[in-house]
């Protein structure tokens, strides 16, 4: 198993940057496939970017193209979510999840306790 902890949230201006981190325990983060969800309230949780073991495959969500970017250090255990361009509507919850299905599509097994990210306009 792996344990994911996020970091890096916070409040931050319409048009601004953030950069999330999840933290993974575990000798074998590597094997697994992580992502990136959100949700904000009302609304239903959905998957904003995921990245395979090597990068071959990513997956972002529409929404977020061109503005969010995640990457892995698998020598660190870390997997980051780098948002620019912060708009009112990317306020929610952060959530970081990994999987060992070998697909960004998912499902995830694995799931951190969230980070809550606002952005004032």
């Known amino acids: 198993q792996v344990q994911l902890v996020e970091s890096g949230g916070g409040l931050v201006q319409d048009g601004g940057s953030l950069r999330l981190s999840c933290a993974a325990s575990?000798?074998?983060?590597?094997?697994?496939?992580m992502g990136w969800f959100r949700q904000a309230p009302g609304k239903e949780r959905e998957l904003v970017a995921a990245r395979s073991l090597n990068g071959g495959d990513t997956f972002y969500a529409d929404s977020v193209k061109g503005r969010f970017t995640i990457s892995r250090d698998n020598a660190k255990n870390t997997v980051y979510l780098q948002m620019n361009s912060l708009k009112p509507e990317d306020t929610a919850v952060y959530y970081c999840?990994?999987?060992?299905?070998?697909?960004?599509?998912?499902?995830?097994?694995?799931w951190g306790r969230g980070t809550q990210v606002t952005v004032s306009s």
């Open positions: 999840a990994g999987n060992l299905r070998g697909t960004v599509a998912g499902p995830y097994d694995y």
């Open positions: 575990g000798r074998t983060f590597s094997s697994y496939v």
